[in-house]
């Protein structure tokens, strides 16, 4: 591989469109959702570089290693989660970019990554021996067995209808020729629907921000968490908040990069905020039931019917 | 405690200007106080518009609020609390007991004010503090820093 090859590749996952881009897209988005919540509230809310200034203070702050905690685990997680995030932004924006460039399977790819953020959550609130934090770990790898199985149905529901392409961009040059997913019949819109409802239990907010839920559990596995780590969680749930939409756009309404997109972008934002600030938060055992109760049979009739070519 | 005169780039302290997180520490206090704190926080005086936020958890707080005298069965968590704090901190004395023990003075099981127990950078007196007074205590203390 050549020097020039070598350093597009680090300037596509480092600057854009990778972490820098999808950081500052990711934060901006974040504080929309603050914002929005507020003006729900009656509130004026914090100004647009709130998100900003959160990070910035957190990365110069004094990291608190507790008193018997698995010191390399409890540091090294939110490095590992926000690499995979990193890595899934760099790959979806570039299926949406140059749709040609891809490789078979890269959505399973892409499937596996989102689960590690949500795995460096649960192994890094483990380790720091804090009786909150390992119960905020506990529901955070029940509520991940509850929300994935319907939301993998639903990818597949696609895949079964687009005729069994895997790559991201195949399925978005498939798109461009036969039109978006979502107006090609009714278990495309059902394959929707579940990925709505996916979308606030993958990102813990709305009515399922039942790990670390601040007035049960302190604040969940982050209970531990200070300075740097703790600003390298929130920066990875920020990309997580711009990464999610962009791949429901990029799996129902072709592609991400076009003026399209930004409104896509903004009514899904929208929706989670809606539903955040009007649902009041549910028990585990409730969000599992909800789950695997109407959600996965939503879903299975989604995928039946795009067997049966509707 | 030296370490909370830990040195910050610029960067960071313009985000610790902007965002101070609180962390609301009742050490024996007639309730009073934490009402107005609570207060602080409604849509009527809505300080989310400067950052701050009410965090549950001390290991993320920039701003000890610490309201009520000391008592000799808060002590121990007062100690506990201000180490588990990640550095630089603000320490607030709000209330009048706070600062100076108010009418619980001599009392049996009164410590002190809590500047004898850990350092307190701002001090924000009555009984209860307005919330206006507490917002101006807390922007008073952000410019020292």
């Not at chain 2, 049996?108 to 307190?120: A, N, S, T």
Request: overall charge positive; glycine content about 8%; charged content about 15%.
């Amino acid at each position: 591989m050549s020097l020039t090859s070598l350093l597009t590749y680090v300037g596509l996952v480092a600057v854009f469109p990778g972490f820098v881009f999808t950081a500052v897209v990711g934060l901006l988005s974040s504080w929309f959702d603050r914002k929005l919540s507020a003006r729900l509230q009656w509130r004026v809310g914090p100004p647009w570089y709130q998100s900003f200034a959160d990070v910035a203070k957190l990365l110069g702050k004094e990291t608190v290693v507790a008193a018997g905690s698995a010191r390399l685990t409890f540091l090294g997680a939110p490095f590992v989660g926000f690499a995979a995030v990193v890595v899934v932004s760099t790959v979806l924006w570039m299926a949406s970019i140059r749709p040609d460039g891809g490789f078979v399977g890269d959505l399973i790819v892409v499937l596996y990554l989102l689960y590690v953020p949500s795995l460096a959550l649960i192994v890094g609130g483990s380790a720091s021996r804090n009786p909150f934090a390992s119960l905020g770990a506990s529901r955070e790898m029940k509520l991940m067995l509850a929300y994935e199985a319907a939301f993998l149905v639903s990818v597949f529901t696609l895949v079964v209808k687009n005729g069994g392409i895997v790559s991201l961009g195949g399925m978005v040059a498939y798109q461009q020729a036969s039109g978006p997913m979502l107006s090609q019949g009714i278990s495309c819109i059902i394959a929707f629907i579940v990925a709505l409802i996916y979308l606030p239990a993958k990102l813990a907010v709305g009515p399922f921000d039942i790990p670390e839920a601040e007035c049960e559990l302190i604040a969940g596995p982050y209970t531990e968490y200070s300075g740097t780590p703790l600003a390298v969680f929130k920066l990875t749930k920020a990309m997580l908040l711009c990464v999610l939409p962009v791949f429901l756009i990029t799996l129902f309404a072709t592609t991400a990069w076009s003026p399209w997109a930004i409104l896509w972008y903004v009514l899904i934002l929208v929706f989670v905020v809606l539903i955040k600030n009007t649902n009041p938060r549910l028990r585990i055992d409730q969000a599992l039931r909800f789950f695997w109760g109407p959600v996965l049979a939503l879903s299975i009739v989604g995928i039946v019917l795009a067997s049966l070519g509707l | 405690m030296e370490e909370n005169e830990r040195q910050l780039s610029r960067f960071s302290r313009w985000g610790l200007k902007k965002s101070p997180w609180a962390f609301h520490l009742n050490t024996g206090s007639c309730n009073n106080c934490d009402i107005e704190i609570l207060d602080v926080l409604t849509p009527r005086y809505d300080v989310e518009r400067f950052g701050i936020t009410l965090v549950g958890s001390p290991r993320h707080a920039d701003v000890l609020l610490v309201t009520g005298v000391v008592t000799m069965q808060t002590l121990p968590r007062v100690l506990h609390v201000y180490e588990q704090v990640a550095k630089p901190c603000l320490v607030v004395a709000i209330g009048a007991c706070g600062c100076s023990t108010g009418i619980f003075d001599g009392s049996y099981h009164v410590v002190g004010p809590l500047d004898k127990i850990i350092p307190v950078d701002v001090y924000i007196p009555g009984c209860p503090p307005r919330p206006e007074a507490i917002i101006d205590g807390v922007v008073k203390g952000l410019a020292k820093l």
